[in-house]
Structures are given as C-alpha cells and as structure tokens.
C-alpha cells in the first residue's frame, strides 16, 4: 500500500497570505486528489491531480484560489491562496492504487 | 447531493454488532467504505462494484443496492478497535476508476469494553 507525507502537519497563518501543501508518495501513481476536511465534518473532493495534464476542480473550487501542480508520478501541491478564516481546515491528499484509495495524515490550517 | 448515512452516532459494547447504511439521491457506481480514528487520516475498508463484487481487505462486510441507490456496512462482533468515524464514498461518475467521490455524512461508532 501507498505510504503518503505531507507537509508542514500543521501551520497558523495570518489571514490575506498564501500557504503551499506538500503531498509525497513512495510509490509511483497516476491519480492524486486533493480534499479538505473541517474538524467533525466529511471529506470534500478539492481537485484530481493528474501527472502531466492540468488538475480538474470540483464545483466550488477554482485554480486562483488553489493552484494545484504535480511535477511528477509521487509529488504534488496544494497552494491555499489569499486565505480567509473560512479556509481553515484540515487538507488531506490520497492517492488511489487499483481499487484502493490512500490518504495521507493531512495539513491542519488556521487562518486567523 | 452529498449521501446521508445512519445512524449518526452509535454506542456498541464490545461483541455487540452495528449497521451503517449510507443512502444516495443520485444513481451509484460504486461505494467506498472508509474508518477514520481522531486525528488520522481515513483508512480504506472496502469498495463495492456494481453486479455485486466486493473488494475488500477487513473482517467487515457489506451490501450495496443499486437500485435503492443504498450502501450498508455490517460490523459483526465488534471489536474496541473499531471505534472512529465511518464515512461512504460514492462515485459521482459513471466511468467507474475515476475514483471521484462523494463523501456521507458520516457515522461516529464508539465500542465500550
């Protein structure tokens, strides 16, 4: 199974700056995703990081606000852009490996 | 559009067997069943393809109704360490392997010793 890293774990921002997510895998994958997750709430998909194309975003999400790039088949980031109270959250990037999806221990963001 | 699951929450004595249904307004392809404990990241249970095929790696089962657009996860004998929060995943696409999902509601299942 895919072994995923992220950084930093957790980070507080100040609000009207931008933050980037580190998402590491140990293994070589086609499919990463990106999501993001309020404390005691579900997940929701941000954006597919695909290698070598550009990431498609979900309903609600656009590239200005996360720029997401994926320079190759185990790496990617998330940039939260411009940040607002609103974005604090934890993000979570996962990997899927045959049936399987992975996730990795995710980033735990405060915009104050 | 996001699926509903129940129950919410549950409380279980070790032993004790639980169901987790998660219910859908749009048509599924697929259903992802995953476990998060506090403070980690979700763990993959088990996914059901449409035709009935099951994928899955725990001692956990499952049944998916496609045409009541329906997802159960059944936890038999329970045991402490099954205690987290569930969540299904559907998939939102009918090309099945794009791995893009809808998340539920969740359900927070608590076992007691």
């Known amino acids: 199974s895919a072994v995923i890293s992220q950084k930093p774990s957790r980070d507080i921002c100040q609000r009207g700056t931008s933050l980037t997510i580190q998402c590491q895998v140990d293994s070589q994958v086609t499919m990463m995703f990106w999501y993001r997750q309020q404390p005691g709430q579900s997940l929701t998909l941000i954006a597919t990081a695909n290698q070598g194309s550009e990431a498609t975003y979900e309903s609600g999400f656009v590239i200005d606000k996360f720029p997401i790039s994926r320079p190759n088949l185990t790496f990617s980031t998330l940039t939260v852009s411009n940040m607002s109270p609103e974005d604090s959250s934890i993000y979570l990037c996962?990997?899927?490996?045959?049936?399987?999806?992975?996730f990795g221990p995710g980033t735990r963001l405060t915009v104050t | 559009q996001q699926p509903v699951q129940s129950p919410q929450a549950v409380i279980l004595r070790e032993g004790e067997d639980a169901v987790i249904n998660c219910s859908s307004s749009k048509a599924l392809y697929s259903v992802h069943w995953y476990r998060q404990k506090h403070g980690e990241a979700p763990v993959f249970l088990m996914i059901?393809?449409?035709?009935?095929e099951q994928k899955g790696h725990e001692k956990i089962s499952a049944s998916f109704n496609e045409k009541k657009q329906q997802s159960s996860l059944y936890l038999t004998a329970s045991q402490l360490s099954y205690s987290g929060t569930y969540f299904c995943?559907?998939?939102?696409?009918?090309?099945?392997?794009?791995?893009?999902?809808?998340f539920g509601t969740g359900t927070r299942l608590k076992v007691l010793a």
């Open positions: 059901l393809l449409k035709g009935g």
């Open positions: 995943g559907t998939e939102i696409s009918p090309f099945s392997g794009t791995y893009k999902y809808i």
């Open positions: 996962s990997v899927a490996e045959g049936w399987e999806q992975y």
